[in-house]
């Protein structure tokens, strides 16, 4: 990928954005918009890890299309490479294919040029969190974003992992034929999520002919004919013809050298404020899983507005005390948001708890939970159905707005569905309302006011 247009390194560049994922493109449109003169380090082929993530999701939506109609699946066709930085290109970004690292506070240095700037924004990403186990380095092994470009059909799948990407990935090759073994060492899969919810998802995967393995730590990885082994702590031993390794993400820092520019940071990511600015360096944001929110699963968009108000408008800017749901799109689909039954109770709530069930899907029965505090306000909620992430939005939105068990019920939503379902039961969360006429009149009157 060459670089586009004439780069001037002795200019001060208003913005400069380190990583060309979603956020990182996020946040280029945002200055754009307002004029400013931007410039995007990229190591990756133009789009390299967004055009990864649209194969990916081709296989799992292949997969799910062959279960909902019962027709044996079959491998997608890869739709003709796109350049996905081309549109922000013609509208004025220069993107500069190398990597990028501080020298200074106010200044990067890439492929042996130095850019200085006004502005700079973290959006390198994240990694793959690879194990020190023994034996690891002598095997082969891959990670989730390869799979799809696999010249031959994987005969049977070691996935070391029980997260989302993991129990995804999982199920995904299981509805393709494909023998699929998944290695939690936890005690459960997604251990993030209300586990009532995950024993149904359990079963499902079991029925599509995944072997869970959970509680089973790995002690040795070993070579095993043309494939791998794995030996469990407890003496058993798996073996495959390929070995997956699915164990979440860790922030890319170390290439960014952000001692250089006096940025500060945790084994989570950059430490930033609220607003999304390095606690360092004012002039430095950070966005995405490179940023220490908290959040597991950050939202592009939402960080991109952030950091546009911040930064570009200088107004006062916030994430909000309401994270991301997380999704897991499998079938059924599972999503969380904000704190499961057990949280709430450790954090000292005394919470409600109302289960509402949805309407079947093709994986069956549905299930919402619904977690709330004595005021009838949502301390967060479990879905598992296939409308689980529509479902989950609409509540990562009554939650944002401090909405209560009665006030979600009255949103307007189209009858006979599962987010009206929700809704309308979300109505007999207690301690919501002023049941006494006087008050209900007293807050009438000081809402005019306002």
């Not at 989570?268 to 404020?273: D, E, F, I, K, L």
């Not at 994270?323 to 709430?344: I, N």
């Not at 949103?411 to 309302?433: I, K, Q, S, Y």
Request: aromatic share 2%; net charge neutral.
């Amino acid at each position: 990928m060459a670089e586009s247009k004439a780069a001037r390194p002795d200019a001060t560049w208003d913005v400069a954005i380190i990583g060309g994922g979603a956020t990182g493109l996020a946040v280029a449109a945002r200055c754009l918009e307002t004029g400013r003169r931007v410039v995007l380090f990229e190591r990756e082929a133009a789009g390299g890890s967004l055009k990864q993530s649209q194969a990916a999701d081709a296989l799992h939506q292949a997969a799910h299309r062959a279960a909902l109609s019962g027709q044996p699946a079959r491998q997608p066709v890869a739709a003709p490479a796109e350049d996905i930085l081309a549109p922000f290109q013609a509208r004025g970004l220069v993107v500069v294919p190398a990597s990028a690292h501080f020298i200074a506070l106010d200044c990067l240095e890439a492929a042996g040029r130095t850019y200085s700037f006004r502005h700079a924004v973290i959006a390198a990403g994240s990694g793959p969190v690879v194990p020190d186990t023994y034996g690891l380095a002598s095997v082969p092994w891959l990670l989730p974003e390869a799979l799809p470009g696999l010249e031959e059909v994987p005969e049977h799948l070691l996935i070391l992992g029980g997260g989302r990407q993991a129990v995804e990935l999982a199920q995904t090759h299981a509805l393709l034929g494909r023998r699929v073994s998944l290695v939690q060492s936890q005690p459960n899969i997604l251990p993030d999520h209300e586990m009532e919810l995950v024993v149904p998802l359990r079963e499902a995967l079991r029925h599509c002919g995944v072997t869970l393995h959970e509680n089973s730590a790995v002690a040795t990885v070993e070579h095993a004919g043309a494939g791998v082994a794995l030996v469990l702590e407890g003496g058993a031993r798996l073996e495959g013809s390929h070995l997956v390794l699915a164990l979440g993400q860790a922030p890319r820092l170390s290439p960014l050298d952000l001692a250089a520019a006096g940025i500060e940071a945790t084994p989570a990511g950059v430490r930033v404020r609220q607003d999304l600015r390095s606690t360092g360096n004012r002039r430095v944001w950070a966005v995405g899983s490179v940023a220490d929110t908290g959040s597991a699963e950050p939202a592009p968009g939402q960080h991109a507005a952030v950091v546009a108000d911040a930064m570009l408008h200088g107004l006062q800017a916030s994430l909000g005390p309401v994270a991301a749901p997380r999704l897991v799109r499998t079938l059924p689909a599972l999503a969380q948001l904000g704190l499961t039954e057990a949280q709430a109770r450790a954090a000292g709530h005394d919470p409600q708890v109302l289960r509402v069930p949805l309407p079947d899907g093709v994986a069956g029965p549905g299930m919402a939970k619904l977690v709330a505090d004595g005021r009838g306000r949502l301390l967060g909620a479990g879905l598992m159905g296939e409308q689980a992430g529509e479902v989950a939005a609409l509540l990562a939105l009554a939650m944002s707005r401090n909405l209560a068990g009665p006030e979600i019920a009255a949103l307007p939503l189209p009858c006979g569905t599962a987010a009206e379902t929700v809704a309308r039961a979300a109505g007999n969360l207690r301690g919501a309302e002023f049941t006494s006429t006087p008050m209900r009149r007293i807050l009438g009157l000081l809402h005019r006011w306002q």
